[in-house]
Every structure is written in structure tokens, then in C-alpha cells.
């Protein structure tokens, strides 16, 4: 208990001392930390400031975010990725506003029913906001604890997850456990860095089991990842009556509510261009032409890469009949920046509109 006691002081003292400044520390505003905790979900911290601080501007109360368009919503959101959680995010405040008199729930059962609450954002929200004394786990601390405690469990296995949770928990004070979460995140990110952690400003290095044994390069374990897969998109920019068309994916899934322009994975022996016409045809029911190759882009996402080629098209014949999409627009090249599209999508605008420009004139 005693060693206990020691780590929770020094890690305490070191955060007061050392913390960045960020918005959300400054709040005491549940619906303000909630929001920052959704985005910082697999999202750095200097990726995440200005969305922040734009989507509170914007909804600036729970209220205002449960009465908004889904489309704003993702507009606001554009740009940031994983965008269930914006999805969820939305959702969750309609419930709240609905069933919980627009006040965000501080028992663990009822605020981990909500769209998209797991168990890091309800520990992190919890502990931060309400002060209860739930532990926060994301991949900061397991690597803090895992060197700190020499854990064997590989941190990125789903199971190895009740480990660190017990662990985390063993340490957290009853006192202020919100604080003490941020403070083992903190240390994760600013001292126990994946490479070249800075022992020396480490202020549990003298506890740390990995820096006393000289095992530091040994932990957190991980299980060896397969290969990451790659796939060939072909997409198409179909004019017509000097618009192009627009499509809207399912509201659920991968990017789902987004805008893009219509296309999909090239077949195997299958040429790029030929690929375009016909996932044109299959989603859209219009028979195209192609007319000339815009630009390759390349993107990654979480668990795969796309390749994808970009074509500039014309609209020959056929009445839009979506097969896939949820819904379509003929839209001016000046008009794009009023839809959310993906990051993907994002890459090759600067050139499409100087295709547009340079076709017109």
C-alpha cells in the first residue's frame, strides 16, 4: 500500500506541475468533456484542439447538438475520421435530451446504454466530470502500466484489457480519480512515449519494475500484426450540364452519411477506367464515358489502404436509380464545400476544380 501511496503522490504532483494546457481541462462542463474524450478517441491531441473547439461554437449545448441536422453534424465533423463517433455522438444527445431531460447521465449503467459510450469514454467521463472512481485505460496508460508493472499481457490483444483494467484500478485513489486518470494519460504521452520514453522526467521512474530491470525496449508486449491490406478503388466525376454527381453513403458503417462521388474496388484483371463504368452503372444505373484520368490518390485507413484512381467522366444516357447509395445530388464544383466528404475524397479537389476550370475556359 505504502508503494501505492508513493506512485499516486509523485504522479500527482508531476501532472499539476507538468500538464499541458487544453480546453477541456478548463471546464467542469460534463457535455464539454464528453465531447473531448469522443474525439480523442484514436486521435491526437493537436489533431483534435480546433475541431473542439469549432464543434462547441457550433453546439454549444446538448440541446443544440440533439436538435441538429445529422449532415451538419458531419460537417463539423469533416475531416477528423472515425466517423461513428460523431454518428453516435449525435445520437446519444437525443437520447439524453429525450429520455434524461437533457442531462447527461452520472450512473455508469444508464450513461453506458448511450449510442457509442464504451467503457474507456464512460470511465473517462465519469471519473473527469463526476468525479466517481472508474479507471481510464486507452493505449497511454497500458503502456505506463505495463512498464511500470512488467504486465506480459500484449496490449493489443481484447483480452489482455481486464488486466490492465485491475491494475489501473489498484492505483486509482478515491480521491479525486478523474484528475489521476489524466495524469497516467498524461505521463503516457508526454514522458512514457512508445520509443525513446524520457525516463529521467519520469516521476515513478524509481518505481518503474522495466527502468530497474533495464527491460524498457521489452514493454508493452504486442502480438505481430498481419500485413495491412491494399485495395484498388476506381471513382468517377461524372459531368452533366456542367454539374457533377454526388452520392450518399448508408448512414451506417465505414464513413457512413458522408458524401463522395460514385465508384468502387477495381476487379482482379480489371482496368481502372472499365472498373469506373461499370460500379457507375451497377450503383447509379447511368451509362458513362470516360473521359480523361484526373489523378491517383492514396489513403490510408485504419485497417486497410486504398489505392484509387480518379477519372473525369461524361453522363451519356439513364435516370439516377441508386443501388447502394441513399440518396445523390447534381451539384456545382463551387457547391462541394457545403457537404461532408471523406479525407479521401478531400485529396483530389484542388485538382478537379482546375480540370473544371481549364475545361470551361
Known amino acids: 500500500m505504502t508503494e501505492i501511496q508513493s506512485v499516486r503522490q509523485s504522479l500527482m504532483s508531476w501532472y499539476l506541475a507538468n500538464h499541458r494546457d487544453l480546453p477541456w481541462r478548463k471546464t467542469s462542463n460534463?457535455?464539454?468533456?464528453?465531447?473531448?474524450?469522443?474525439?480523442?478517441?484514436?486521435?491526437?491531441?493537436?489533431?483534435?484542439?480546433?475541431?473542439?473547439?469549432?464543434?462547441?461554437?457550433?453546439?454549444?449545448s446538448l440541446e443544440r447538438l440533439a436538435r441538429a441536422d445529422l449532415q451538419d453534424v458531419l460537417k463539423a465533423w469533416e475531416g477528423l475520421g472515425y466517423y461513428a463517433r460523431a454518428r453516435n455522438l449525435h445520437r446519444a444527445a437525443g437520447v439524453i435530451f429525450n429520455?434524461?431531460?437533457?442531462?447527461?447521465?452520472?450512473?455508469?449503467?444508464?450513461?453506458?446504454?448511450?449510442p457509442g459510450?464504451?467503457?474507456?469514454?464512460?470511465?473517462a467521463v465519469l471519473s473527469i466530470a463526476f468525479e466517481k472512481p472508474y479507471p481510464v485505460v486507452d493505449g497511454n496508460v497500458k503502456r505506463v502500466l505495463a512498464r511500470l508493472l512488467l504486465l506480459e499481457a500484449p496490449v493489443n490483444k481484447s483480452t489482455s484489457i481486464k488486466i490492465f483494467k485491475e491494475a489501473a484500478g489498484r492505483?486509482?485513489?478515491?480521491?479525486d480519480p478523474g484528475t489521476f486518470n489524466q495524469a497516467m494519460m498524461e505521463l503516457g504521452a508526454l514522458a512514457c512515449k512508445p520509443r525513446q520514453p524520457l525516463c529521467s522526467a519520469c516521476p515513478l521512474q524509481r518505481m518503474c519494475l522495466a527502468h530497474g530491470t533495464g527491460r524498457i525496449g521489452e514493454y508493452p508486449k504486442k502480438l505481430k500484426k498481419s500485413p495491412t491490406p491494399q485495395f484498388k478503388i476506381a471513382v468517377g466525376v461524372v459531368f452533366k450540364n456542367r454539374k457533377v454527381l454526388i452520392t450518399r453513403r448508408k448512414p451506417e458503417g465505414l464513413l457512413g452519411g458522408l458524401w463522395e462521388f460514385p465508384g468502387g474496388k477495381i476487379q482482379n484483371n480489371e482496368k481502372a477506367a472499365d472498373a469506373c463504368i461499370r460500379e457507375i452503372k451497377e450503383e447509379t444505373n447511368l451509362s458513362i464515358g470516360v473521359d480523361s484520368h484526373l489523378v491517383r490518390i492514396k489513403h490510408a485507413y485504419t485497417h486497410f489502404k486504398i489505392v484509387m484512381d480518379v477519372f473525369c467522366c461524361s453522363h451519356i444516357t439513364g435516370q439516377v436509380k441508386l443501388n447502394g447509395p441513399v440518396d445523390h445530388r447534381w451539384i456545382k464544383l463551387d457547391k462541394l464545400d457545403e457537404y461532408p466528404f471523406p479525407k479521401a475524397n478531400h485529396k483530389f479537389f484542388s485538382e478537379l476544380k482546375q480540370f473544371a476550370a481549364q475545361a470551361i475556359g
Do not use: C
Open 117 to 123: 459510450v464504451g467503457d474507456y469514454i464512460a470511465a
Open 99 to 114: 429520455q434524461h431531460h437533457g442531462i447527461l447521465p452520472d450512473e455508469w449503467e444508464e450513461f453506458r446504454k448511450l
Open 171 to 175: 492505483l486509482l485513489p478515491p480521491q
Open 30 to 60: 460534463p457535455y464539454h468533456i464528453w465531447v473531448s474524450e469522443v474525439m480523442l478517441q484514436q486521435t491526437q491531441v493537436n489533431t483534435v484542439l480546433p475541431y473542439y473547439r469549432l464543434f462547441l461554437r457550433r453546439f454549444a
